[in-house]
């Protein structure tokens, strides 16, 4: 069964517009795991733009299995080794972006990277590095470590065409049975959504997709337990 992560980003974001103290993003983590999502998943960002410090520990006291989404600075690691969290996602991360934009060069980035997931790992955190799906990035995956995959699905979603659509899917296809193969947990997430979401829940060995914007902003309407709770069922 494939499984539901939820990211709680955009909750801190519609905080942040009136620098408050509410939406709380533990509250919504709560109703998430009250609706049946699997973890939590935050992107703790340099620039602390919506998720903050104070965020991740008080979401790593309560939530069983919380996913920190992190770049590979020192301080941000240093912060990672303390607070412990059940995994951690090394994301490529750069200041002007609106989100994570591709995935994480892990081949050109071979020592830095092994260095950052061998320190995670003597920490305690499983590691997972969000990459493109490509076996080049596959196999530096392998080589730096990390023994669980996420593949960046943006290529997929914002596909300007059906063929394009289906020829983005059928990568995403054959590089996971190529990273199964390899030993590899593979995850998938960013930018799906209600309509994009079956054709790749559907790609066998998918172990779990990590989901945020279209969650939360379904969530304005039906609550946040419901929109999880559709989520789910389209995934299963
Ligand atoms: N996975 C990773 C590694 C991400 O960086 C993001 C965006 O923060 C997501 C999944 C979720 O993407 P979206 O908000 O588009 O669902």
Redesign the pocket.
Known sequence: MVKLGV?I?HVATIRQARMAYEPSPLEAARECVKAGCDSIVC?LREDRRHINDRDVIALRRAINKLNL?MSAAEEIVDFACGVKPDQA?L?PEKRREV??EGGLDVAGRRSAITRVVSRLHDSGIAVSL?IDPSKRQVDASVAAGATIV?FHTGEYANAPSVSARRRRLDILMSVTAYALDRGLEVNA????NYDNVRAVARIKGINEL?????IISRAVFTGIRAAVRDMIGLIR
């Open positions: 990211n980003d992107h989404e996602t994301v989100t994570t969000f996420e997430g960013h930018g799906l990590n989901i945020g914007h279209s």
